[in-house]
């Protein structure tokens, strides 16, 4: 018979070698669900933006020119070269965060030979990009984004624009790849000279508003949206608080105002708290002589990603097919 010490000393050790197995097995188990979530490479996030490209004074950068866009398209140096256009936007990734590799340069093969174009200079650290959030809960996924300048003659983008789907990746290791990057279009900013902005305010919620000034009697004759069935899903938008979808062209004179509100309202898909949209509406204003003139009004959808949790990150990631 057993002995009360014995029968001790055997539980004991039973509950130590218990406890140290499921210690070893609890390890393992973390680390392979952590090699199970993780990103083997950086994803890119798609966007669709529309940008009005700004008219710039020369290439040699010492005149921004006009930023309110009252240039001559056709309007050249006194070479008779062409007037260039510029813009300012990001790019954003997914990098997990064990993930070593660096991104060395990005470059757009549909601009090749036209214009030029700028990114933050590589560290040799952080690469290209520069970490601006990331996983709250374990830190698993970072976002990442790097600014970039583009300088294009205004005779390239042409009466629609120029649109931007892929992007040619290099690693540091000299790693290649070409990414698709969804739709950056690019136009030219109109000449806004019957209208004018007095003021404005957006807020996180994604609701916006901006105030309009008459200068100059005119008839508002309608607006142009690219994606209007995207648009009518995702915003309301109202003029003087009548939906827009209901307004009708109207005179105006000189000293009237009015005000256009936009609130983004989303559809719930995953991918809207992640991926960049920026709608143009751009309004024709003419003058009853044959003269003309319009103004934009931005839109933009409320992107979450500075407080997006792990399990939203993995479920985006699900959703777009890829699975870490």
């Known amino acids: ?4 010490k014995d029968r001790f000393i055997h539980q004991s050790a039973f509950l130590f070698y218990f406890f140290m197995t499921a210690g070893v097995l609890i390890v393992a ?11 083997r490479h950086p994803v890119f996030i798609p966007m669709h933006i529309e940008l009005e490209m700004y008219w710039d ?4 950068g010492d005149t921004m ?3 309110d866009g009252n240039a001559d398209v056709d309007a050249g140096s006194a070479a008779g070269e062409d007037r260039y256009v510029w813009k300012e936007f ?7 965060s064990e993930d070593t590799s660096k991104v060395a340069e990005i470059t757009f093969p549909q601009l090749e030979g036209i214009g030029e174009y700028w990114m933050t200079p590589y560290d040799g650290a952080g690469g290209l990009f520069q970490s ?6 374990d830190g698993r996924y970072q976002f990442k984004q790097l600014f970039v300048k583009m300088m294009l003659p205004a005779r390239s983008l042409g009466a629609r624009g120029i649109t931007l789907d892929t992007i040619k990746v290099r690693y540091g290791d000299g790693a290649e790849e070409e990414v698709s990057i969804g739709q950056i279009i690019l136009t030219l900013d109109k000449p806004m000279e019957y209208v004018t902005v007095t003021g404005g305010s957006s807020s996180s919620d994604g609701t916006s508003m901006t105030r309009y000034l008459v200068q100059r009697d005119c008839r508002l004759e309608g607006f142009e949206i690219r994606n209007p069935e995207q648009v009518r899903g995702e915003f309301k938008v109202t003029v ?8 009708e062209p109207a005179a105006v004179t000189e000293g009237d105002t009015f005000l256009v509100e936009s609130a983004w309202r989303g559809t719930g898909d995953i991918r809207e708290q992640f991926e960049p949209y920026t709608a143009l509406i751009q309004w024709k204003c003419s003058d009853g002589s044959g003269g003309e003139s319009w103004f934009t009004t931005n839109l933009d959808r409320q992107n979450n990603r500075n407080t997006d949790r792990f399990k939203q ?6 959703e777009r097919g890829i699975k870490p």
């Open 313 to 318: 990150t993995y479920r985006y990631l699900k």
């Open 29 to 39: 188990a973390g680390s392979l669900l952590q090699h199970y979530f993780a990103l």
């Open 90 to 96: 990001p790019i954003y990734y997914i990098q997990d």
């Open 1 to 4: 018979m057993d002995r009360p």
């Open 240 to 247: 003087d608080g009548k939906d827009i979808w209901e307004w």
């Open 57 to 60: 004074g020369g290439m040699d």
């Open 132 to 137: 601006y959030s990331g996983s709250v809960q």
């Open 65 to 67: 020119g006009s930023m």
